[in-house]
């Protein structure tokens, strides 16, 4: 009988804790430094597509900025084309190297091919929200599309309204995902952000955030950070080709557990 009351006990234990479990594997694909009609690049992110859409369990793609190499308008649709043959919805995160206002696209333009292309895109501004399996995700933007560059900078409207979100969603594990990293073991003055504190500041100030994702830097970074877990992916132009899968898992009363691979892409053999 005592033995029966144990198992009992520790089933219940188990179910409860499922219960409250909450668990998301996407696909981080960063700086892809896309070129409309140069064959390697093309065949690169072709070959990623079809990749991801042999892995199994993922929710959904998110492509965190640099999607071009430089902002010219005949290089997106191409972009976008490819994508579209991903099995799973994709997310777009602006990059440094996407938007220039004064001699190419701006970031309404980006969004307006975006949308060209993929009818059920539906987000018309670089800063968004969307939920998956329990988790709400905050897309972050900090390019500079007036005189563009390799800092990022975080408007004071757009720290304002990532504030506003993380309050909205205290509740909920929040990912955050951005093209600029904010934490990083790499360090380049370069391509830092400008006056990163004032962002670093709101994140002190709610526990519900579980991780940052980001690229830019074009290496593998991650570093845990009051509780935050940053994560900086390289680009998926290195040699071989690499993109990365993160599985978070989050259980009520227990620190969220998060898993990275960095996957490599195989080209077909010449």
Request: overall charge neutral; some cysteine; aromatic content about 12%.
């Amino acid at each position: 009988m005592k033995k029966n009351i144990i198992l009992t006990l520790f089933f219940s234990i188990l179910l409860q804790s499922s219960v409250f479990a909450s668990v998301i594997k996407f696909a981080q694909v960063t700086d892809t430094h896309f070129i409309a009609k140069d064959e390697y690049r093309t065949e690169v992110l072709e070959q990623t597509i079809k990749d991801i859409n042999k892995t199994n369990g993922l929710e959904f793609v998110v492509f965190t900025g640099d999607n071009l190499d430089s902002p010219h308008a005949e290089y997106l649709p191409q972009f976008i084309n490819i994508v579209n043959k991903l099995d799973i919805p994709y997310y777009i995160v602006i990059g440094n190297h996407d938007v220039f206002r004064n001699n190419g696209l701006s970031k309404a333009e980006y969004l307006d091919i975006v949308k060209d292309n993929n009818v059920f895109y539906k987000y018309k501004k670089p800063n968004y929200v969307f939920k998956k399996n329990g988790f709400v995700f905050i897309v972050v933007d900090g390019a500079k599309e007036i005189i563009p560059g390799s800092v990022g900078y975080y408007k004071k409207d757009t720290l304002e309204w990532l504030d506003t979100q993380l309050k909205k969603y205290e509740k909920c594990p929040v990912v955050i995902l951005q093209h600029f990293p904010l934490v990083s073991t790499k360090e380049l003055k370069s391509h830092d952000v400008y006056q990163k504190e004032d962002y670093l500041n709101i994140l002190d100030k709610h526990d519900n955030v579980v991780s940052v994702v980001a690229g830019h830097l074009h290496v593998n970074s991650e570093v845990m950070r009051n509780g935050v877990y940053h994560i900086t992916s390289p680009t998926l132009l290195s040699t071989p080709p690499v993109y990365k899968i993160i599985t978070i898992t989050t259980t009520k009363g227990f620190s969220p557990m998060i898993y990275t691979e960095l996957k490599e892409v195989e080209m077909p053999e010449k």
